[in-house]
């Protein structure tokens, strides 16, 4: 069978999978023709139904997971911007930077590297791996570490009763 009639076959099952993880109808149908356009571009798809379904499933996930994120990192410069276009924020903002940056040195070298990669160089996964030397897999686990062990030193400095210590688990 024809590519395309392959993905006419699943066409169905695809604008359902796509509705259930977006949150506005509206983002469906165009969900569903950008992962049908990767679909047709892609030169490694699988050739059968049984292979593509779960395929174009992933590329579905994918495809909304890289928007959630462009969309998440879109408002945060946006709010950035605006509080550093706001001068009541001006001295807190730069007081906020200096702390989180110090926070930052805290943390072991390895999570400072990946941290720098992903979130402020804004690599993606794959280039990451390449750059390390590691498996995709790996370098999700260790920003996800590197995530939370920031984001504990912020809650600790957050704290009022902050005794310098890492709160105790």
């Known amino acids: 069978m024809a590519p395309e009639q392959l993905l006419l076959t699943l066409l169905p099952e695809l604008r359902a999978y796509a509705l259930s993880i977006c949150r506005k109808s509206d983002e469906v149908d165009d969900l569903v023709q950008d992962s049908i356009e990767r679909a047709l571009r892609s030169t490694t798809r699988p050739r059968d139904i049984a292979g593509l379904r779960p395929w174009m499933f992933r590329v579905i996930r994918n495809l909304h997971n890289d928007e959630l994120r462009k969309n998440c990192v879109r408002r945060e410069y946006f709010a950035r911007e605006e509080r550093l276009s706001d001068v009541s924020y001006a001295g807190r903002d730069n007081e906020s930077d ?20 992903i979130d402020i160089m804004e690599l993606k996964y794959r280039e990451v791996a390449e750059i390390l030397d590691v498996p995709t897999g790996t370098v999700m686990s260790r920003i996800s570490r590197a995530r939370k062990a920031l984001r504990d030193l912020v809650e600790g400095c957050e704290r009022p009763e902050n005794t310098g210590r890492p709160k105790a688990r």
């Open 98 to 117: 200096m702390q989180m940056r110090m926070l930052f040195q805290q943390l072991p070298p390895d999570m400072r590297e990946i941290l720098f990669l």
